[in-house]
Each structure stands twice: as C-alpha cells, then as structure tokens.
C-alpha cells in the first residue's frame, strides 16, 4: 500500500518532525510510492510504534496485513508472531488472509503443529472464525510434512465432530490422497462416495488421486472403471488420468491394455505428453519389447512431442540390459541429431554395456569422441572406463585413467580402487594388486566392506590364503562386519585348501553375524561342493536342509554337485531323478513354485523325466489353462512347420 505525501495534513507533517531519524527512513520507504518497475522496500515494523503520534492520520489494519506478508515471505516468524500480538492488544481486525499467510509460512517452516495451534486460537484468541480455506491451508501443511494419521484426526475433530466447516472439493482431495498414501484404498473410495451427498462434485484431481491409488494396490480394473465413470459423469480426463493408467498397467505388465488406453486418449482429443510416452517406453523395454520401444519413440516424434533426457536414459538402458548396446549408441546419435546432449548417466550406461559385451575397441572410441565434443567427464564415468579396462585384463592402462583422473582434480573412490584390485588380482598380480590397497588407504577409501571383499576374494582365488586371514583378522579388529562375498571367498578358500571343517566353523559365525551377511546361493553351494569332494553327502544333505529352511532355494550350481556326488557312489544305480523330484515336492509344498520350476528345468535338461504328478501339481501353480492351451497349440504348430 502506498500512501502519497501530499495528501497528510499539516498537523500530521509537524508530528512526523518528532520521528527519530531512523524511524523517518523507513516511514520515508512506507510513504512515498516507488518508480515504476521497482518494487518498493518491505515494510519495517518500527513504523506501527509511532502510530499514535500521528493526529488523525492512524496506520490502517491493511498496513499490518502487508506487514504480515513481508515476515510471511521471508520466514520472519517471530516478529510475525510479535505482530500479531500487537494487533491483538490494540484489537485491529483479523481477516482471515491473515493466518492464511502465516499457516503457509508455519508450512515452509515445517512447523505443523503451530498452524495447527493458530487453527484452534483464530476464533477464540482473535474473533476470526475460520472458513473451509484456513482448514485445507492447515491441512495441506500437515501433509506435507507426512503427518498422515494427524490429518486424519484433524479432519475428524473439525469436519466430523464438531461439524464447524463444511468441506469443498479441495477439502476431499487433500484426504482423499492421505488415505492412498497410508494404504486404505476403501476409505477413499467411501469418502469419494460421500461427496455428492455434501454437494460437492468430484474433479479431475480427485479421480486421478483416488485411480492412482488403486493402480499402486494392483487394483487395475477398478481404476479403469473409474476412467469410464468420471467420463459419464461429465468430468473430462486430462493427460495426467491417461498417465495414471497406463502407468499402472505397465508396472503390471499388461502392455496390450496400455496400448488401448493411449488409443482411448487420442480418441478422446487428450495429447500424450511425455510423461505418456516415456512411461510406455519403460514398460516395453522391461517386458523386453526393445523393438516396438523404438517405434513408439518415432512415434512420439512424428507426434511433436520431444524426447526429454528420461525417455532416452530408459531406451539406451533398456537396449544395454538386453545385450544391444550397439543399438543403444545409435539412438544416442539419433538423440544428437535432433540437438539432445547426452548426459554422465547415458555415457556410462553405454560405455560399461560395450565393455561387458567385448567391444572393447567401441567403448574407447566412444570415450574419445565423448572427450572431443568438450564433455568433462565426472567420478561416474571414469570409474566404468576403469571398470571396463580391468574387465578386458588391462590394469596397468586403467591405472593410467586413474593417474589422469586425478590430475583433472576427480578423486577416486571405493569403486574406482575395487574395480583396479580386482583387474590386477584377475590377472594374476596380486603385488600390485595390494599396492593399490595401500595407496586406497592412505587416501582415506577403505571405509568400505567391499574393498576389503575384493581384496580377500583376490587374495583367496591366488592361493594367498594366510595373507587372506590375515585381512579378514584386521577386519574384524576394525570393527567392520564383513558381508557374504567375504565370507564366501574365505569359506572357498578354506574349503579349496581341505579345510573343510574350518569353513564350516566361518559359516555358522555367518549365520550369528547379522542380517547383513545372510549366507546365499554361492556360499551354500561352496561347502556342498567341498562335503562332497570329502564323501560327506550326509553332511551335505543335512546343509541342504538348513538351506532350505532359511527360505533359500537350489540352482542349477546345487543340482549338478548333487547329481554329480550321487552318480560316483561305490555301485550306485541312481541318476538323482528322485532325489531331484523330492526337491520339487518339498519346495512346492512350502509354495515356493519359482524354486520347484527350476528343479523341473534342470530334470528335463539332463533327460531325467519327472512324474506326470509331479509336472501337474507345478504346472497347476504356474499357469492357468488359457495360457496353457496356447502354449501346448504353439508346440504342435511349430513340429507341424518343421
């Protein structure tokens, strides 16, 4: 508010000669309007004191609100509390903007409570009775700072209870999507239920909110049903409803329904953005459908929407996951050409992918032409070059990346000296090896359990099985808890050197030592190979129970150790078929089907034909007829063709 100087009466110019000097400046700033295009400075509260002095002229109540949104602004919030206080003595009139205000500065804040409080003071404190806006700021605080069950209880005293407020539709929005967050799906939809009865009518905001809940419990159909209703209802959907959907559908993998509601969108005159796109592109490249990723990417630029940097993160990563990271580096050209620069994530995902893949000779071209076109690479990219060096057996030239890594100030971290211990303990060079240990130590990077994984599982895999313990004793008097790869190399290196029993004591202290180094697959599978290289299969067997009830299920690794030790018994004519359909029985049994299907995998791959029983009762839990019919008509089909 600006006041012009002109217009305050004479007796109040002699007054304002009583102002001190640094009460005159800011009255100055109060009084005099700003040039235009310049916002004028805040409002001092040093100015409502010499209120009184100034005759007939009175500093008005919607001088203090602006005052009140200054402090709000900056997050002042006790001297917004100090001004409220002073209004309330010399009992100005609160309008409700006023807390208003103040609520959403509580908000920034994070102090929930204290909106809450001001809530409950504005009627009795300062004769403002609150409306249904002041409830949903407060709320809206409360939510946003995850005080789900407060704002449930809120809700209930005011709007329930007390029946102070009558809610509108922002009012059931807001709880409608505390209820989705805290899971309860059914109360939403009962309250979404209830609001035509209050007379409010359900927007695209709540539709969204509530579909979006039931697409995150797997309630797919009831959110689809919903689309068609708010449709009836006369509520248009917008691209955010569509995404909402196809979002859900994707993660379920039901891609053919996905594929309808974006001809639904277009049918409905609703433009996919990319948020659509991108979502549907993800869901093809998870279900491995890279080829049609691909064609809806076209697709979407032949609709005049521009792939972002998400959309070609999730294709090239896709392309890499499936062993095609050749393809991955041509839609990175693709994304140049159409002016889109590649960021450290799109980089490091398509150089490690041709690394991994054995194209060495790609990868480094790529980082070359990377390097030409000015890209400063980062910590992420030099440690997959180092990575992928020591991959290809070439640590002394991934040595040299870190020398100039270095130089170009990027400090190496624990990955970066795990991937080069590793690529010199895979060559054979455990000297320098463990000088890179060293050099990783003095610089501060072996606050990490994995480098002291590495190191033992290298020095294990080289015969150094003292130098091993040795480590594993330094571990252990540090005060670091070793995880499953350190107690799976040791227990391989004992069991390797004959010291079977020993390896067993190590994996019973596994079994104490905590959640974080729960023995796996690879450890069991290490001392059943050692128990049966010494013809203890009893012992063996026994372990494979323990494994079994510690919910951890056999590979392909555990049947052949197995079948292996049955076959070399002194004149045994089993071929371990019923030893491995004992597996089955039990693991289904216990509903662990996945696990029973591998067993049955591994049996047909050696020949050895389970019980038609036994296949029923797995085939029961795998698949329903429909896709079972399909299959079985798939098969005869192709020998037919053949």
Not at 269 to 278: F, K, Q, S
Request: net charge neutral; charged share 25%; aromatic share 8%.
């Amino acid at each position: 508010m600006h006041i012009n100087v002109t217009l305050i009466t004479s007796s109040v110019r002699k007054q304002l000669l009583l102002i001190s000097n640094a009460e005159f400046v800011q009255l100055r700033y109060f009084s005099v309007t700003a040039p235009s295009g310049i916002d004028p400075p805040p409002i001092h509260r040093h100015i409502f004191k010499s209120h009184n002095k100034l005759g007939s002229f009175t500093v008005g109540d919607s001088t203090f609100y602006s005052l009140i949104q200054n402090l709000a602004e900056t997050g002042d919030l006790s001297s917004l509390e100090a001004v409220f206080n002073q209004m309330k003595r010399e009992r100005r009139v609160f309008i409700e903007q006023n807390f208003i205000l103040c609520f959403k500065a509580y908000g920034k804040a994070k102090k929930a409570y204290k909106a809450l409080d001001l809530f409950d003071r504005m009627w009795v404190d300062y004769q403002c009775r609150p409306s249904v806006r002041s409830f949903n700021s407060v709320i809206n605080v409360v939510i946003h700072e995850g005080l789900f069950d407060k704002a449930l209880e809120f809700y209930s005293a005011v709007i329930i209870q007390d029946k102070q407020i009558s809610p509108n539709v922002l009012t059931y929005n807001l709880i409608i999507k505390v209820l989705c967050r805290l899971g309860l799906i059914d109360r939403a939809i009962e309250m979404f239920r209830e609001m035509p009865f209050r007379k409010c009518t359900p927007d695209v905001f709540t539709y969204c909110t509530l579909m979006d809940g039931l697409c995150k419990e797997d309630r797919i159909d009831e959110a689809v049903c919903l689309l068609d209703e708010m449709q009836v209802e006369g509520c248009f959907p917008s691209a955010v409803t569509f995404n909402v959907l196809i979002n859900g559908l994707c993660k379920k993998g039901d891609l053919a329904r996905a594929a309808k509601v974006l001809d639904n969108m277009f049918l409905k005159g609703c433009v996919p953005n990319e948020v659509t796109y991108n979502t549907l592109i993800h869901g093809l490249c998870l279900k491995g459908k890279l080829d049609k990723a691909v064609s809806l990417l076209d697709r979407m630029v032949r609709n005049k929407c521009v792939p972002n940097d998400v959309t070609y993160s999730t294709l090239i990563n896709g392309l890499v996951k499936k062993g095609r990271a050749v393809d991955g580096a041509s839609v990175l050209t693709s994304m140049e050409e159409r002016g889109r620069h590649p960021n450290q994530y799109i980089y490091s995902t398509l150089i490690s992918g041709l690394f991994r893949e054995g194209k060495p000779e790609v990868a480094l071209n790529m980082w070359k032409e990377m390097l030409r076109k000015g890209f400063k690479p980062n910590i992420v990219l030099y440690s997959t070059l180092i990575d992928g060096l020591c991959r290809e057996m070439k640590p002394d030239e991934a040595r040299d990346v870190l020398i100039e890594m270095e130089k170009m100030g990027c400090k190496p971290n624990a990955f970066v000296y795990s991937s080069l211990m590793k690529g010199y303990f895979n060559t054979g060079n455990t000297d320098k090896a463990l000088d890179v240990w060293k050099e990783a130590k003095t610089n501060d990077c072996m606050q990490n359990e994995i480098c002291y994984s590495v190191v033992i599982h290298g020095l294990c895999s080289n015969g150094k099985l003292k130098e091993a313990i040795t480590v594993w004793e330094n571990i252990l008097s540090e005060g670091y808890k070793p995880d499953v790869i350190a107690y799976s190399s040791l227990i391989h290196g004992l069991c390797n050197n004959g010291s079977v029993e020993e390896g067993l004591k190590l994996f019973n202290q596994m079994l104490y030592a905590g959640s974080g180094s729960e023995p796996d697959i690879v450890t069991y599978n290490i001392l059943f190979s050692g128990l049966c290289k010494n013809g203890s299969i009893s012992h063996a067997i026994d372990l494979l129970n323990c494994m079994l009830n510690h919910g951890c299920d056999p590979d392909l690794v555990t049947c052949n150790i197995f079948l292996k030790a049955i076959k070399e018994q002194v004149n045994s004519l089993q071929d371990g078929s019923e030893f491995l359909e004992e597996l089955v029985i039990r693991l289904h049994k216990q509903k662990r089907v996945v696990g029973a299907c591998k067993i049955i995998e591994v049996m047909l791959q050696k020949y050895l034909i389970p019980k038609a029983s036994t296949l029923e009762v797995v085939i029961q839990e795998v698949c329903n007829p429909k896709k079972i019919r399909a299959a079985v008509d798939r098969c005869w089909n192709n020998v037919y063709v053949q």
